[in-house]
């Protein structure tokens, strides 16, 4: 676990239970806003909770933006959790239509409310849920910083509306089945990898992905 790694403050949601996640982990983060800090990490950790436009908003009066798309484009890595995955995406149709970061091709969309048989479904999506991967995933569940997570299987915490929809299958990487709906888990792309879940409610699982990622 050597090297810098920076957890993301921007003023939205959970980044002092995930730096309390990676403690208990054995590691050691930096929570910062400071973007030399930032430019100068080994990895950086974007967590986040509620809503898309106000965490881009966020991100971009604090110059985080374009500071983060520095930093991914070094090729070091990078985890998005819950809203900092979904800001990963090119955009969300969350309130409206904003504009995400970009680093993988698609969108954040709400979570239907129909199953495939036009039962209702609970949304938002609250609670454990399992892992799955299909023949899509092209290995890259496989590769750090989610080797160290058994794939099928795996149960992990949930607490979202939307989720994101990726244009190429390849790049979703995990989901979970809620009720017939097929919901993105996780998504990656080269060095950025995005989960939808919270790995630091996650108990061993989520433990897991950490711990992987601080040696990534």
Known sequence: ?????????????????????????????????????????????????????????ALRQRGL????????????????????????????TEFGTYQGLGFIEGQVERIPDQTPDRSHLRVPHIGWATLKTDHHTGGGWETAPLSAMETTGAAVYFVHSYHCQTNDPAQRIAYTDYDGVAITAAIRRDNVVGVQFHPERSAAAGQSLLKAFLKS
């Open 1 to 57: 676990m050597s090297g810098k790694t920076v957890v993301v403050d921007y003023g939205i949601g959970n980044v002092f239970s995930v730096c309390n996640a990676i403690r208990q982990v054995g590691g050691s983060a930096e929570l910062t806003g400071d973007l030399s800090q930032i430019r100068h990490a080994d990895r950086v950790i974007l967590p986040g909770v509620g809503a898309f436009a106000r965490a881009m908003e």
């Open 65 to 92: 933006d374009e500071t983060l798309r520095a930093f991914v484009e070094t090729g070091r890595p990078f985890l998005g959790i819950c809203i900092g995955m979904q800001v990963l995406m090119d955009q969300s």
